[in-house]
């Protein structure tokens, strides 16, 4: 509201937006030769298919298709599209009739493919997933401080300059931008970022966060996501109040579920925005009644926008019936994947694990030029644990007794936060203070039964508990992962205070010696336990079972590793690796 009173006030705001998204998505790397391609030619109806390669990144290749007008004068005015999360990308039957439109309707038009579909999947083999590849990459990208968004973003940004290089194109002109779902994403990702772009039209994905996490919508996958957006205060309407006042078009479909309702209340939120800079008419929403997808409707609307601002014809378009290529027809490379096309052509997953190694020396030096407390608070930093977590309370649910030794059923509470259930074990008529475990498992607190009890039997005082998210606190690992990152609080994080609450109710219990409390963690719970033993000094030692032994080579290096969001920590690989 404070933002709307003034023009000025406006411009502060959206300079604070764009200032905390470029930091969020980090520099971007120095731009080298494109090495570009043009591998087959399609003369068609109107138009024309180049079939064209370039190099984003030295080795890696991004694969396209170039829709030029088959009549008019060159240079024309271009449009970049994004796809959608299909397998063969550039080739979906919905994707190339937007192509098509365009070129028919004088703009060229470059469609490119997405990384790991139509022609660029990042691995080769029978495990291959797609899409869900962008959330495999998305962790390791992570850890070494990028983003699936920031690659992508740059495979877009340098496919502008390849259409700005054509001779078929205007130089030193604005580009139009559009695509549909991931696509729409790209869009929305991309369109406040570089300047070139002009026109903008979004399809099926811009909505509101809120809505879109509580919705079977979100979380989504790794393409979809930048740390800390959510902490930084940055909404889907933000990316478009970013580059006010540039012309902007949401497309959406009413049965999407992208909730129509959460698309509206984003549309009102930036066109108030635009209207309070005196040009409402650059701010749109079209709207149609069908299901997700860049139907014949949304792609008749893109290109209006695209005419209406590049061409200065606001006339409304028709698309006509289209005779389509087949996916091999469209594909710039022999074989169809640039991974076996070229023997030099480098992953996105090398590419993290490159930058991970690369960062090696920069993590030995901050461990060798600061102090250890100065390095395990940057640590806490970054994980996100606080230092006074405020007051613990444990409340009895009952006790159950074995032989030899009880069990006290607990609840571990503090405001505000997710309880914790534990199990107390501690052995009859031993007299105290006894050394104590604490033991966390991210199979939950019956995991390990045998092994607590022996522990007992021994002498010892064991509480075993259910961090966030594990035994009876279980639910959706990857939404509560995702939802940490957004709000700047990794699971991770939030996880070792709760071993720190844990800590705690040992430490006050009367039977236990507060000098010999030690840490056990296994499986997914390691890292966490780790990270505990390392932040509090109270714990005597630690021993980890199942758990990885370093980011580098068990994520960044592993890029299919599963059930590891509960242990990640974005630009981590920059300060420190789990033996550090």
Known sequence: EESLASPESLAARRQRLLDDYRQMIGPWPEKTPLEAEVTGTIECDGYRIEKVVYQSRPGHRVTANLYLPGQGKPPFRAVLVACGHASNGKAYPSYQPAGIILARNGLAALIYDPISQGERHQRIDAAETGTANHTHLYYGAMLVGRSVV????????????????????????????????????????????????????????????????????????????????????????????????????????????????????ACTQAGRVYAGLGCAERMDLFSYDDKHGFSKPRREKACQWMRQWLLDDPAEVIEPEFQLQSEEALWATKTGQVATSYPDEISVGELNLRE?????????????????????????????????????????????????????????????????????????????????????????????????????????????????????????????????????????????????????????????????????????????????????????????????????????????????????????????????
């Open 356 to 580: 991970a190694k690369r960062l090696g020396s920069a993590r030995r030096e901050f461990w060798e030029t600061n102090d250890k407390r100065t390095c395990l608070a940057e640590v806490r930093r970054m994980i996100g644990v606080r230092e006074d977590l405020g007051p613990v309370s444990v409340r009895s649910q009952g006790t159950i007794a074995h032989h030899g030794y009880s069990i006290e059923r607990l609840l571990i509470e503090r405001q505000g936060e997710v309880p914790i259930p534990a199990l107390l074990l501690a052995p009859d008529a031993l007299p105290g203070p006894l050394p104590a475990t604490l033991y966390v498992d991210g199979r939950g607190k019956r995991s390990a039964g045998e092994q607590i009890e022996g522990l007992v039997r021994k002498g010892q005082i064991v509480l075993s508990i259910d961090a966030r998210g594990w035994g009876e606190t279980g639910g959706e690992e990857y939404r509560a992962g995702m939802l940490g990152l957004h709000v700047g609080r990794p699971l991770l994080g939030q996880r070792v205070e709760d071993l720190v609450a844990a800590l705690d109710v040992l430490a006050d219990n009367s039977r236990v010696d507060a000098e010999r409390i030690d840490l056990l963690g296994v499986g997914t719970a390691g890292p966490v336990a780790l990270h505990a033993f390392a932040l509090d000094e109270r714990f005597t030692s630690l021993t980890l079972g199942g758990s990885i032994r370093s980011w580098v080579d068990d994520v960044v290096g592993q890029p299919r590793a599963e059930d590891v969001i509960g242990y990640m920590v974005p630009s981590a690989l920059l300060e420190y690796d789990l033996p550090d």
């Open 150 to 265: 920031k690659y992508e973003a740059w495979d877009g940004i340098r496919g502008i300059d390849y259409l700005l290089s054509r001779p078929e194109v205007a130089p030193d002109q604005p580009v139009g931008m559009t695509g549909n779902s991931g696509g729409g994403t790209q869009t929305t990702f991309l369109m406040p970022l570089d300047d070139r772009i002009g026109p903008a039209a979004p399809s099926c994905y811009l909505m509101t966060q809120e809505r879109k996490f509580i919705s079977r919508t979100g979380p989504a996958d790794g393409c979809q996501h930048l740390p800390y957006e959510g902490a930084r205060g940055i909404d889907h309407a933000d990316y478009i109040i970013m580059r006010a006042p540039h012309p902007t078009r949401v497309l959406a479909a009413e049965q999407d579920y992208f909730e129509i309702a959460a698309v509206r209340d």
